[in-house]
């Protein structure tokens, strides 16, 4: 799907402000509220834009943060163990790397028997998962969405 300067900008004005209403951003921008509408269900409806709540893990009693990197045998085991690893809701992130341990995940417990449990009962039971390296978090600084510099997405004038 091709986005263009509109699009950018109404993704910017929902970045800083998911509750936003149309008319506010259909102001701020010069649009029709009808057009800011029509764009937000079009970039919804093609995957580039969720509204969401955000909600603080430890704020609600998920104390236990971890990253934990994983080996998969045989390779071609890796994607659908990913993708296992992507289902459970313990997971805020889950990618396939180079190295040693080919999918890293980060994931938010309840607290370390809800990691244990979770690692013994839960990944370690994923077909081809053969070992893991668990680090934990001890102080969280950030926790939040990535914030994207949309105007890096317009093309640069030379």
Known sequence: ?????????????????GRKSFTDIASELGLAKNTVRNRV???????????????????VG???PALIQIAVEPPN?????ANALAEMPETR???MMT??????????CRDREHLTELITQSIYQIPGVISM??????HVYKYGPTRVDLNAHLPRHT
Do not use: C
Not at 1 to 17: F, P, R, V, Y
Not at 42 to 59: E, F, M, N
Not at 77 to 81: G, K, S
Not at 99 to 108: K, T
């Open 62 to 64: 998920y104390t236990s």
């Open 133 to 138: 390296r668990t680090n934990t978090y001890l």
């Open 93 to 95: 992130f889950v990618a």
């Open 1 to 17: 799907m091709e986005i263009d300067k509109t699009d950018l900008a109404i993704m910017s004005q929902l970045q800083e402000d």
């Open 77 to 81: 085991l890796i994607e659908d163990a």
């Open 41 to 59: 269900t079009r970039l919804q409806d093609s995957g580039l834009l969720r509204i969401i709540g955000w909600v603080d893990p430890t704020a």
């Open 99 to 108: 190295g040693e341990y080919p999918i890293i995940v980060d994931l938010r």
